[in-house]
């Protein structure tokens, strides 16, 4: 096997450098674009947390009973949301669970309470058994004097978010190969 000349190796290592910064640059564009997609979707299920707290303080549910009843108006109030977007309250005393169309809609899910979470620990992700992914926030809902009543999960779906990620993953790959091929 013969030795590279100077030439050659000046420029195998300009192309291992220029390879190494475009793969560097290409991760940090995945990496601002996922966060700002999953900012984007947190930002809005913060937004309608904000509505539910809204009518919360407006119905100023006590028990179980209330809760049921505020949770029954927001749902009808949010019908008319073009998302769909998983919005469920569970009742504390009874167990009952209180959801918009779109929490029906995934009634044959035998694990669709995996959207429930727990309570003040943030956005999380979660993927039912047929793949579908979410992201989803729980908030526990007090009544007077602080005692829990029940808790509120909104979710939506993180398909896109997903797909997104995917993409680019391919397109960061492709022109690593390009580039490496160059």
């Known amino acids: ?45 913060t937004t309608q ?17 209330g809760l049921a009843a505020t949770a029954r108006a927001w749902v009808t109030e949010q019908q ?16 009952q669970l209180v959801g ?11 694990d669709r309470s995996t959207l429930l979470g727990r309570p003040d620990a943030g956005p999380r992700d979660g993927r039912l058994r047929d793949g579908a992914a979410y992201r989803a926030l729980t908030e526990r809902v007090t009544g007077p004097g602080g005692a829990i009543i029940g808790t509120v999960s909104i979710a939506d779906s993180a398909d896109a978010v997903a797909r997104a990620r995917r993409q680019l993953a391919r397109q960061v790959l492709l022109a690593g190969a390009v580039v490496m091929a160059g």
């Open 1 to 45: 096997m013969s030795r590279l000349s100077l030439v050659a190796r000046v420029a195998l290592l300009a192309t291992v450098v220029v390879g190494l910064a475009l793969a560097s640059a290409m991760y940090a564009a995945w990496r601002t674009t996922d966060r700002q997609l999953t900012a984007d979707l947190d930002a809005d299920l």
């Open 49 to 65: 947390l904000r509505e539910w707290n809204r009518l919360v303080a407006t119905f100023a549910p006590a028990d179980g009973s």
């Open 80 to 95: 008319d949301h073009p998302s769909t977007q998983v919005q469920v309250v569970a009742i504390a005393a009874t167990g």
């Open 100 to 110: 918009n169309a779109a929490w029906d809609l995934l009634a044959p899910q035998p």
